[in-house]
């Protein structure tokens, strides 16, 4: 046996509290009520509210398909070379693993019962993939990973690693999803607003409560690795963190794109804000003095939009 069990780090916690809070079942939830509510949205409020759900139901696959490398990666580490345990680690993935798949699942179904399709090809044409940073990113990550496993050099491999969970945890997780979160919650209280009511797409939101809970764990546990491989490899912050968080921000915040939405009341720049401050997060948890240009992203935003 490689690793004492009874030295737990954050990973190993967060697996226990993942067996705890991560048993929910999306067929349990009734979608009759959902159905309803959904007929009562308008063709322009239905498209928008698909585009960002078809961007969750491609991403959550995206997830589950490409974290195994991570895992193997890991494994190839030199353990006793690292400042974390790489087996609870490996633990930790392996119950992500599952959740990510039951994301899908959840919104295979709901796609399924309530959209009443399964295609999202004709929403990504929509452009929701082509707005700078997208899941079809983690393809290639997964490849990367890959190739430095196979190269067997202990530094490529914490590299690979560090923009792996860079562009995983740091990126799809912690800015698209959770920008994505609250544009939903935008979208469904503007509209329970509208009709009057206390909420619309009850189980939706109940549902998508319990994934949001599972990705906080998610966001934490990467952002605790990338401090560690950090800790590990100083120089990783500046030649693979920056550049990459450089790239979502000049893509996703300095030249976002604002669409039209079509609920009455939307606040777009309040999510972008919020995104900002997300980031912050990410930064000052991995240790805001190991960063160039972004130890304060706020400033760093500013200073290249007043450069646009
Ligand atoms: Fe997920
Ligand atoms: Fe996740």
Request: charged residues 35%; contains cysteine; proline residues 3%.
């Amino acid at each position: 046996m490689p690793i004492e069990y009874s030295n737990r780090e954050k990973s190993y916690e967060l697996y226990r509290k993942g067996k705890r809070e991560g048993t929910w079942d999306p067929d349990d939830y009734d979608l009759e009520g959902d159905k309803e509510d959904w007929a009562a949205f308008s063709e322009d409020e239905q498209e928008q509210f698909l585009l960002t759900c078809a961007g969750f139901y491609d991403g959550e696959e995206d997830v589950t398909r490409t974290l195994a490398p991570y895992m193997m990666a890991l494994d190839a580490l030199d353990n006793d070379e690292m400042p974390f345990d790489t087996v609870q680690e490996e633990i930790y993935l392996a119950q992500q693993v599952y959740e990510e798949a039951k994301h899908t699942d959840l919104f295979s179904r709901y796609f399924e019962e309530v959209f009443e399709t399964q295609d999202t090809e004709p929403l990504r044409e929509g452009g929701y993939q082509d707005e700078g940073y997208s899941t079809d990113n983690l393809y290639d990550t997964a490849d990367e990973l890959l190739a430095a496993i196979n190269s067997g050099d202990q530094q490529e491999l914490v590299y690979a690693l560090g923009e792996a969970y860079l562009n995983y945890m740091g990126i799809v997780e912690a800015q698209l999803a959770r920008s994505g979160y609250l544009s939903f919650d935008q979208m469904i209280e503007l509209k329970a607003d509208e009709m009057g009511r206390d909420v619309v797409l009850e189980s939706f939101q109940e549902a998508i409560g319990r994934v949001r809970q599972d990705e906080t764990r998610h966001i934490e546990n990467g952002r605790w690795v990338l401090s560690k491989l950090a800790e590990a490899e100083p120089d990783i912050v500046t030649d693979v963190y920056e550049p990459r968080i450089d790239e979502y921000v000049q893509n996703r915040i300095v030249g976002a794109q604002r669409r039209e939405m079509p609920f009455e009341g939307y606040d777009a720049r309040k999510i972008g804000k919020q995104s900002i401050q997300y980031l912050q997060d990410t930064i000052d948890y991995i240790g805001a003095d190991r960063f160039d240009e972004y130890s304060d992203v706020q400033r760093a935003v500013q200073a290249q939009r007043a450069a646009d």
